[in-house]
């Protein structure tokens, strides 16, 4: 019997590539979208969720329980993207960014985890950001959303262990997906102290983004994990720069981390 796997997120970019490798490897897949019928093209079906919505959250887990009787694994791939001056950030914009990056993932193991007790057995994969390991200028609310989910499902992976069920983080670096297309992007004010640098860096992220891996990289790494009897609290998948940046900031002191961040984005 096939591994029933569902996906948030799961109409394009990462998710989409997960669900589309997960599919030729025989697992049944589920995933989701806030528009399903906007996608086109999708090799698994795609069920309508939004990651705000308890409601629906708990209207997909009972469809697939339903169909299935199980849910394996649950990738909590959702998310948005958001960039600006953190001073000039409208407070209603870092509150949804939270919302969907943070809450969202909450939302969903707190309704699956009844489930996989009941089962004695799951796996929640939650994608989480390179980014999320340090404070990147202008990308500081995103940074602190994903860093946050990190720390909670370390707590969380230890409260559930009881049960059966594993809880993993995977920290994607930048892959060429639409993620910067559909990101919050503060505006860039004629009159704002920010205006050089900030346009500058959103320059290079978006450049980043567009120039990133393939994310068919994510897929093969989440089914590696899947398919692990004892998989790792944390995962990295991306350029070996990015992976390295982590162990830099664990090791240098922090003016020298600092420094050498000012340097890359050219603000110093």
């Known amino acids: 019997m096939p591994k029933v796997v569902l996906i948030t997120g799961g109409s394009s970019g990462i998710g989409k590539a997960i669900g589309e490798y997960l599919s030729e490897k025989g697992y049944q897949i589920f995933g989701t979208s806030r528009n399903p019928e906007n996608s086109k093209g999708s090799t698994f ?13 708990e209207a997909v887990i009972s469809e697939i329980i339903s169909k299935t009787e199980k849910i394996d694994v649950v990738i909590n791939n959702a998310g948005v993207g958001i960039t600006g001056p953190i001073e000039e950030t409208p407070e209603s914009e870092i509150k949804k960014a939270f919302q969907t990056n943070f809450h969202g993932p909450i939302n969903v193991i ?3 985890l009844p ?11 939650n994608i989480t950001s390179i980014a999320a390991y340090m404070g990147l200028p202008y990308r500081g609310i995103y940074s602190a959303s994903k860093a946050a989910l990190e720390i909670t499902i370390e707590a969380m992976r230890m409260e559930t262990l009881q049960f059966g069920v594993k809880m993993t983080n995977v920290a994607p670096g930048d892959f060429a997906t639409n993620i ?19 346009s500058n860096t959103l320059k290079m992220m978006n450049e980043h983004v567009d120039n990133g891996g393939n994310p068919m990289e994510m897929a093969k790494a989440v089914h590696k994990i899947i398919e692990t009897t004892n998989p790792k609290i944390h995962y990295k998948v991306g350029a070996p720069l990015q992976k390295f940046s982590i162990v830099l900031k664990r090791i240098l002191p922090d003016k020298v981390y600092e420094r050498m961040l000012l340097r890359h984005y050219g603000l110093k």
């Open 45 to 57: 079906p795609l069920l309508k969720m939004d990651v705000n919505d308890t409601e629906s959250i």
């Open 110 to 112: 707190k309704a699956v």
């Open 115 to 125: 489930q996989m007790r009941t089962q004695g057995f799951g796996h929640i994969l």
């Open 180 to 198: 910067a297309a559909g990101r919050y992007h503060t505006p860039v004010l004629e009159n704002s102290p920010y205006k050089k640098d900030y």
